[in-house]
């Protein structure tokens, strides 16, 4: 089935079918976004608890939401971190509502995963942004630079990566042991 539109913003989806698959709007066009793994789902609920757990209070995580970059552009991110006074009531985050956005990166998303969306975060602010890569399970911290690209974009740098103990200061005090997040 081919889309028959590439004008679709923010507002159409709402009125998508309730039995549409999960998309994300990029550039005006519908993208189904496939079932991951079983792998990569252990990955994410077990950093969704991870979070659950140790997280301020001020703080909520979330999966399966899609975050409004701009009018033409959503995205989902596997788990984030969302300011805690967020209504919850709503489907669709704004980027000043997220405060870290992580992707588990599949092998059918490897390129958006690395590139796309990294710079569709930082360009929309959103302060942090986690990669992590499986088999073997690594973890690429970032957070916005206050430096920008040789192309006046904002971009994210990179502050830990470790396949063994992520440790930071921000978002919050962070201890996580990589290995947890496989069980």
């Given at each position: 089935m081919r889309q028959q539109r590439a004008d679709y913003t923010l507002e159409d989806l709402?009125?998508?079918p309730?039995?549409?698959p999960r998309v994300e709007l990029v550039d005006?066009?519908?993208r189904v976004t496939p079932s991951p793994t079983l792998g990569h789902q252990d990955i994410s609920l077990f950093l969704a608890r991870w979070f659950l757990q140790h997280a301020p209070e001020h703080?909520?995580?979330t999966?399966?939401?899609g975050v409004a970059l701009d009018a033409k552009n959503t995205r989902q991110p596997d788990v984030l971190l969302r300011r805690a006074d967020v209504r919850a009531d709503r489907s669709l985050l704004q980027p000043e509502d997220v405060v870290l956005a992580v992707e588990v990166v599949s092998p059918g998303t490897r390129r958006i995963d690395r590139f796309a969306k990294p710079a569709e975060y930082a360009a929309a602010?959103?302060?942090f942004y986690w990669r992590i890569e499986q088999d073997p399970v690594h973890v690429y911290a970032y957070r916005l630079s206050d430096r920008l690209s040789l192309g006046g974009e904002r971009q994210y740098e990179l502050v830990a990566d470790s396949a063994e103990l992520i440790a930071l200061a921000e978002p919050f005090e962070i201890k996580l042991p990589v290995a947890?997040?496989?069980g």
């Open positions: 709402p009125h998508l309730d039995d549409a005006g066009v519908l703080l909520r995580v999966q399966a939401v602010g959103i302060p947890e997040l496989t």
